[in-house]
């Protein structure tokens, strides 16, 4: 069954109203126009409230769709374990859509971008943000997730208010400890992952200053776009 978010939605009115009728515009042409539904089909709807409501078209008109709820599942899909990406800002917007859109398939808490010493400058204007969140939703629409997770931009890293572990992905070994040696013993981790060319010695030792955990993957350097499939995977099934 087609898969829709709806953060508009209320999670009252999807666990209480039998009929639900949406009449928001590109819902209306996906499942007129793209998926050519029909009455009595099925549909999930769901809104990062952990659950699933499975709905029946009951009628589909210009202006509206009108639904059946007919049941309601919990989603565990989701792991546990939850997770800050905390990425330095790459040198095209293709890579932040890349990494948004995989990141999302695979787990995400939140998004944190930020302007790092060696970062180029991106204009991120609200329109890139709305392309942003388009990617997001329908990532998590495809990947069978519940929980959306959250964007932000910073021109500056906001390191002193970060709360959780704290591991900074490195492209260099000194100080650092290999991503395989380490001991996973955390449930809410932060992953920072360097911009091209890397974190400076001048970020890194910010970084150590603060309490954070240098990691390298060995004599292996990594895109920046890359590192934290390789991260994300250890840590996820460790």
Known sequence: MQRFYFDKILVWELAH???????????????????????WEKIIIFNSDSFEYIYEIVS????????????SLKNICDPEIEINLYQALPNKYE????????WTEVWISNFVFFSSERS???????????????????????????????????????????NWEKLILHTKWE????????????????????????FSDKEIELFSNNHCKIINFGERILRTETAWIVASFYILNS
């Open 17 to 39: 109203k039998k009929i639900l009728e949406i009449k928001d515009r590109d819902f209306l042409h996906q499942i007129s126009h793209v998926m050519r539904s029909r009455v």
């Open 60 to 71: 589909i008109s210009s202006k509206m769709i009108s639904l059946n709820l007919v049941e």
């Open 95 to 102: 890579k932040i859509e890349y990494v948004i859109q995989k």
């Open 120 to 162: 180029q400058k991106l204009a991120i204007n609200s329109t890139k943000i709305e392309r942003f969140e388009l990617i997001i939703k329908e990532s998590l629409e495809q990947c069978s997730g519940n929980k959306k997770p959250n964007i932000f931009f910073y021109e500056k890293l906001p390191l002193t208010s970060v």
């Open 175 to 198: 100080n650092s400890i290999n991503l395989k040696e380490f001991e996973k013993t955390w449930e809410k981790i932060n992953i920072f992952v360097w911009p091209e060319w890397g």
